[in-house]
């Protein structure tokens, strides 16, 4: 028998999209050399919602609307897990793959970078693993959590740490990442930059948890806003802080 001849080798892409898929907000950009964190990286929205007038806003189409009274939110992602993947592709491809996006790529020439919540369910992994392989079909992939991408960066230059000049590598053998979400937030240990899964731990409060307490207060005391939490997060956003002295800060 004929010997098969060899496939020709595979050319990765040089292009690299880094999406960090929130709950709230879609963080995403070109993985470059010279990337400026304040200006390559984009915020989306990752929502689908329906004003006063039952006009549809998709994603970053929401950077145009000039009324959010009493607009009404849908979220693909629950609890900090992607569960829709219907709602989630129409903001992808409004986001990634129209004329008017942004960070337009083809994804046949674009290596993918996503992160998801620690200890996702299997069967959420899975689906999203046959979304980007057989509905986009991007030319190569990589799934991770995000406190773990937190590894690949200089930390030890943030506390202003010294070390040798010609060390090979910057990266710090010990992490603990505190992240805190829309919707929970996770304590995660890295070590030698992997997570320590068994260790994660998670609490179900995060920036919903907070706005809708804010709705409560302000509709309680003042006027009823339950139904403007678009508002009460641009307020939270805009006044509310973390209290270095809170006994002074109530004087």
């Not at 098969?4 to 993985?31: E, S």
């Not at 939270?236 to 209290?243: N, P, R």
């Amino acid at each position: 028998m004929p010997r098969q001849p060899k496939p020709p080798p595979r050319i990765v892409p040089d292009t690299t999209l880094v999406v960090d898929n929130g709950a709230h907000t879609i963080k995403a950009g070109f993985a470059t050399d010279a990337a400026d964190p304040d200006v390559d990286c984009r915020q989306i929205p990752n929502c689908l919602a329906r004003s006063r007038d039952k006009r549809v806003w998709i994603g970053a189409q929401l950077e145009h609307c000039k009324d959010f009274g009493e607009m009404s939110f849908r979220r693909p992602v629950e609890k900090g897990y992607l569960v829709n993947w219907e709602a989630e592709k129409e903001i992808w491809d409004e986001s990634f793959f129209s004329q008017k996006a942004v960070l337009k790529c083809d994804p046949h020439e674009t290596n993918l970078i996503l992160t998801e919540a620690p200890n996702a369910l299997p069967a959420l992994q899975s689906n999203t693993d046959q979304m980007i392989f057989e509905e986009f079909e991007f030319a190569s992939y990589y799934r991770c959590t995000g406190p773990t991408l937190n590894s690949y960066n200089d930390i030890q230059a943030i506390y202003h740490a010294s070390y040798p000049p010609d060390s090979p590598s910057h990266q710090t053998e010990a992490i603990l990442v505190v992240d805190s979400g829309y919707s929970h937030t996770t304590i995660n240990p890295l070590l030698n930059n992997r997570p320590i899964h068994a260790a994660v731990r998670r609490l179900d409060i995060g920036g919903k948890f907070l706005t809708n307490y804010l709705k409560e207060l302000v509709s309680m005391r003042h006027y009823d806003m339950m139904d403007e939490t678009h508002l009460m997060n641009q307020v939270k956003e805009a006044v509310c802080y973390v209290s270095s002295d809170f006994t002074a800060d109530l004087d």
